[in-house]
Nanobody, 128 residues
């Protein structure tokens, strides 16, 4: 069992930056691929970014590519999402998720049902 706790959300003006953190419990964090998803009011949850067990491979949704960076520190059991040049349309609840597989897995990395553990989410609000 893995428990995930997100932090770092808040209110920021357009063009600003935030860094989200997701702290994981358990001794097997380094064996999990990790992902970030988001869900805006009235919309479906969508994929944002994913990272493999070592941090050597990452993948991003087109909407955040070049602005967001996912990273991880296995010694701290933590995955991060650095968000720069934020836009009002980035306003959402952001969730981190763990997948019981070390690698990204190709197309499945963007599929919600492929992830086994989820955090409770952290709100990000970008004002215009």
């Amino acid at each position: 069992q893995v428990q995930l706790v997100e932090s770092g959300g808040g209110l920021v003006q357009a063009g600003g930056s935030l860094r989200l953190s997701c702290a994981a419990s358990g001794r097997t964090f380094s064996s999990y691929a990790m992902g970030w998803f988001r869900q805006a009011p009235g919309k479906e949850r969508e994929f944002v970014a994913a990272i493999n067990w070592s941090g050597g491979s990452t993948y991003y949704a087109d909407s955040v590519k070049g602005r967001f960076t996912i990273s991880r520190d296995n010694a701290k059991n933590t995955v991060y999402l650095q968000m720069n040049s934020l836009k009002p349309e980035d306003t959402s609840v952001y969730y981190c998720a763990a997948r019981r597989a070390p690698n990204l897995g190709g197309p499945v990395m963007v599929v919600i049902d492929e992830y086994d553990y989820w955090g409770q989410g952290t709100q990000v609000t970008v004002s215009s």
